[in-house]
């Protein structure tokens, strides 16, 4: 079985301030991570993505994420926020081979000028 | 490429009536996925299929929900008779390999359902 829990529902932030979306996971095998956004009105695209290697891993548009084991995490960060960083951003998991992606229930974040 | 296409993008309708969402595939994608987002519940998938054929339905709610893929680049999911429970953004996406293994899913813009 696999899920993943994201830490509050809505994150608001100043622009030019520190992105920091919260993301853990329980797997019962060495899981693949995803993040995913959500602009409104359209559909999800992917952000960036564990699979192996490096547990540092760089997305599009300034973000990255770093998988640590021991603390089942895989948060998501950016240096400065962006207005047009606002949207929804789901964090999921999958166990490998043929299981399904399991999503979070997704974080909101608003960015504040 | 145009991405994961889906039609209609908003669909109004009266319970009890029969609703179709239709979703075309990136091309050269073996896997389609068909999701639900609702704000009680969030992202959930009803179905997936590889290669046209339905892997895993068990997030189809009930019977009213049935979905096809008759061939690789066209997709159906079908709600007859509908509620106002179904009203959501229903997703379409694809995928080149299995997700499980860390393939990146493409998604449509999605379809708004309103049902009264």
């Known amino acids: 079985a696999q899920s993943v829990t994201q830490l509050g529902s809505h994150v608001s932030v100043s622009e030019g301030a520190l992105v920091l979306l919260r993301c853990n996971y329980s797997?019962?095998?060495?899981?693949?991570l995803f993040w995913y956004v959500q602009y409104p009105n359209q559909g999800l695209q992917l952000l960036l993505k564990y699979t192996t290697g490096a547990t540092l891993v760089k997305g599009i548009n300034g973000f990255e994420a770093e998988f640590k084991k021991s603390e089942t995490s895989f948060h998501l960060t950016k240096p400065s926020a962006h207005m047009s960083d606002a949207a929804e951003y789901f964090c999921a998991v999958s166990g490998g081979g043929y299981q399904k992606v399991t999503f979070g229930t997704g974080t909101k974040l608003q960015v504040i000028p | 490429d145009a991405g994961v296409i889906q039609s209609p993008r908003h669909e109004v309708t009266e319970m009890g009536q029969e609703v179709t969402l239709r979703c075309k595939p990136i091309s050269g994608h073996d896997y389609l996925f068909w999701y639900r987002q609702t704000m009680m519940r969030g992202l959930e998938l009803l179905i997936y299929?590889?290669?046209?054929?339905?892997?895993?339905d068990s997030g189809m709610p009930e019977d009213r929900f049935s979905a096809k893929m008759p061939n690789a680049s066209f997709s159906t999911l079908k709600i007859q008779p509908s509620e106002p429970r179904d009203s959501a953004v229903y997703f379409c996406?694809?995928?080149?390999?299995?997700?499980?293994?860390?393939?990146?899913?493409?998604f449509g813009p999605g379809t708004r359902l309103l049902v009264l």
């Open positions: 299929f590889n290669n046209n054929v339905p892997i895993d």
């Open positions: 797997s019962s095998v060495p899981p693949y």
């Open positions: 996406a694809s995928s080149h390999r299995p997700t499980g293994g860390g393939e990146t899913q493409y």
